[in-house]
């Protein structure tokens, strides 16, 4: 698993066996750059640890919902996790299947009720007794029963950025845990609701296992409580959020990371139930990186700049979570080295790559951000009327566009003007 797929060969970036020079001069730049041995090799990791236990992982949709890294995941037998109607339909056209797939979110509207029911998905994962009740009634008028696990806020601290912790209780994700039991016997009680299961997901780039034991712990206390009920819960979903490593994070190994949790649960006495994990980032976002040219190198009295073609439209998470993501020159070379802020053309402060980047460059050359695989292109925008970056995968030594670039024309195709 510690294939690296992106590396330098001769001083060159490769993304397996294609020089990322040769990907920008056919492609074009800004370009999303997917890997199929680093998506699947990751899949493997969660796979490979779920096999022989009663454990199933779906594959969070909104980390990278490009139909060709769907359905890499859909050939290796994955089960997804959606949030809207938009990602069911493309896992459905990427090859998974609806009965495979879990459907989580906190405002669902009774449109997407009504198509995830008709479509057949494995579970809604409910967030609130309005939810309950307005999924009661759409399955009613479709004549459907609608199986449901309740999204429950442990309350425990995943220590990581305020912006993408989800299970305190400030938190506009799930229902409270002391609401959960009351929540559950509501549930019970709606006709065209079936109980299944029970979820949460405490938050994104969880880099320590603590975190999710306490929230194991917390769930199946509930459970046994839900359970005397006589409400019977046939799995535990304990979400997504695994972290990885952006710099110097060390976020636990993938396998050792499952183990540890089935292992918990097992030791609690729940090892009969089915146990779902939701992982997006951690399948997707180190097998992915975003090439960008310099288009300028501006020095200046405080800061050097370093302005590149790509943009806080590409690659949205520098400017929304200060997040930090390596970058480096595709082609290692012999000029001098100087401390940049790489920034793109958007008029905005906060339109930045990377701040305080030592790099050896010139005008022209090509830098990769790497770690662009989760919530990059997704987030993406057309800010600034940019058309969004293409999106290749290398399979090998092959390399193929899975999403052509957007061209300015499409960008306005849908717009009109007042009539005269
Ligand atoms: C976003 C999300 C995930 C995936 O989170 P990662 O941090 O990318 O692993 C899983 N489950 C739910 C409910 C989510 O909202």
């Not at 009740?133 to 004549?143: I, K, Q």
């Not at 060390?250 to 146990?275: A, N, Y």
């Not at 958007?346 to 790099?359: F, K, M, N, Q």
């Not at 951000?369 to 292109?377: D, P, Q």
Request: with cysteine; net charge negative; charged share 20%.
């Amino acid at each position: 698993m510690t294939r690296s797929a992106f590396a330098h060969v001769d001083g060159v970036l490769h993304a397996e066996g294609v020089s990322a020079v040769s990907l920008a001069e056919q492609f074009g730049t800004p370009l999303y750059v997917y890997s199929r041995a680093a998506l699947t090799d990751a899949w493997q990791a969660y796979a490979g640890a779920c096999a022989g236990r009663r454990a199933t992982v779906h594959a969070a949709v909104k980390a990278n919902s490009n139909l060709a890294v769907l359905n890499v995941f859909a050939r290796l037998g994955a089960s997804f996790d959606i949030v809207s109607a938009g990602e069911l339909a493309r896992v459905l056209a990427a090859g998974g299947k609806a009965e495979n797939t879990v459907f989580s979110g906190v405002g669902k509207s009774v449109a997407e009720m009504r198509e995830a029911l008709e479509a057949g998905v494995k579970c809604f994962n409910v967030e609130s007794i309005p939810e309950l009740d307005r999924l009661n009634a759409v399955a009613a008028s479709v004549g459907k029963t609608a199986p449901v696990s309740l999204r429950v806020n442990p309350d425990v601290d995943a220590k990581t950025h305020p912006y993408i912790s989800t299970g305190l209780k400030s938190n506009k994700f799930g229902i409270a845990f002391d609401e959960a039991r009351a929540a559950y016997r509501a549930a019970a009680a709606m006709t065209h609701l079936r109980v299944v299961g029970i979820d949460c997901h405490i938050g994104s780039q969880i880099t320590e296992i603590e975190p999710y034991l306490d929230a194991v712990d917390k769930l199946l206390e509930l459970v046994t409580q839900i359970e005397t009920d006589g409400v019977t819960i046939h799995h535990v979903d304990v979400g997504g959020g695994l972290g990885i490593t952006y710099d110097d994070e060390t976020p636990p190994d993938i396998g050792e990371f499952v183990r540890t949790v089935l292992d918990r649960i097992e030791s609690r006495g729940h090892g009969h139930r089915e146990v779902y994990f939701e992982p997006g980032r951690s399948l997707v976002g180190n097998a992915g990186i975003l090439l960008t040219r310099v288009e300028y190198l501006k020095p200046g009295a405080e800061k050097n700049f370093a302005i590149v073609d790509a943009a806080m439209n590409d690659l949205a998470r520098p400017a929304m979570y200060q997040a930090y993501h390596g970058i480096e020159p595709v082609v290692q070379r012999d000029v001098p080295s100087h401390v940049y802020d790489v920034v793109g053309p958007v008029c905005e402060s906060g339109d930045w790559l990377g701040r305080e980047r030592l790099l050896a460059i010139e005008p022209g050359d090509l830098l990769a951000v790497r770690s662009a695989g989760a919530y990059g292109f997704v987030m993406s925008s057309n800010y600034n009327t940019r058309g969004r970056a293409a999106e290749v995968m290398v399979d090998g030594d092959k390399a193929y566009v899975v999403r052509a670039r957007e061209e300015v024309r499409q960008l306005f195709a849908g717009e009109t003007i007042l009539p005269a």
